[in-house]
């Protein structure tokens, strides 16, 4: 029996993959990449985000401190 393939077992990202995971637009995707916080790849006509790039830009934003002003 074949195992069903989890996010886990995903090595790149598409954008709207990328997107979804990580709760953000496009736009906001796209303008990670344009400055540089984000490498992508491109195949083709198809622009990927690698897992490891997609953890190390999670890992990069800045961590929320107690007592700043929390957006709703």
């Known amino acids: ?32 990449i344009r400055a540089g916080r984000l490498p992508a790849r491109n195949l083709g006509r198809k622009n990927l985000v690698l897992r490891a790039d997609a953890e190390a830009w999670a890992a990069s934003l800045p961590e929320l401190r107690t007592g700043q002003a929390v957006r709703p």
């Open 1 to 32: 029996m074949r195992r069903q393939m989890t996010d886990d077992d995903i090595a790149a990202f598409t954008i709207d993959e990328y997107c979804r995971r990580y709760r953000i637009c496009r736009e906001t995707a796209y303008r990670e």
